[in-house]
């Protein structure tokens, strides 16, 4: 692969992440137009033995950022655990046919077939990083959204998953207590 680049939007709260990221990728695009260069979101362009692309997604909520947050952080890893296989099919348009040729246990990545997360883990499906486990308060990175994931479905899932256990509205939830980077 010619190369690869890496870059951040966020933090925003709730879902305005899916905004700032489809915006920044229209201006990637016409940049690179004008320069003549392709770009492409697909996480795994060319097979080989590389570790892909991803949109990895920092999550946190007013409770994990606060003095003994950890514990927020780690209830939310269960109900994660629990629902892995959804996250995987909304974390890529393809409904998981893209990450399944990226997270393949290689690379910096975890299987695809199962869902662990560690602190400074760069293996795990979730990485916790170094300096927030020995704060005990902040956020964790959700390292499964494919490079080529719609933000809006990212941040729709992790919110079913974290506050609304499928069960209740929407409207029930302050999007304002949620910031999301990716």
């Given amino acids: 692969m010619p190369s690869q680049w890496e870059y951040q939007v966020g933090p925003c709260e709730g879902i305005e992440m899916g905004d700032h ?3 920044s990728r229209w201006i990637l695009c ?3 137009e004008e320069f003549n260069i392709n770009v492409n979101f697909d996480p795994k362009p060319m097979e080989g033995d590389w570790n892909g692309a991803g949109c ?10 606060a003095a003994g947050g950890l514990k927020h952080i780690e209830a939310a890893m269960a109900k994660f655990e629990l629902k892995h296989d959804e ?13 399944a040729r990226r997270l393949t246990g290689r690379h910096e990545t975890a299987s695809i077939k199962e869902f662990k997360y560690g602190v400074a883990d760069r ?3 979730v990485r916790i990083p170094r300096h927030v486990a020995a704060l005990g308060y902040g956020y964790f990175e959700d390292r499964r959204p494919s490079s080529n994931s719609d933000p809006y479905d990212v ?3 992790i919110v079913k998953t974290m506050f609304l256990e499928e069960t209740k509205p929407p409207a029930m939830v302050d999007t304002n207590e949620i910031t999301i980077e990716c």
């Fill in 21 to 23: 990221l489809w915006v």
């Fill in 30 to 32: 016409r940049v690179a």
């Fill in 56 to 65: 990895h997604t920092n999550i946190s909520t007013k409770d994990m950022r």
């Fill in 87 to 99: 996250h995987i099919k909304a974390y890529d348009p393809n409904g998981g046919a893209d990450n």
């Fill in 123 to 125: 293996g795990a499906s």
């Fill in 155 to 157: 941040t729709s899932r």
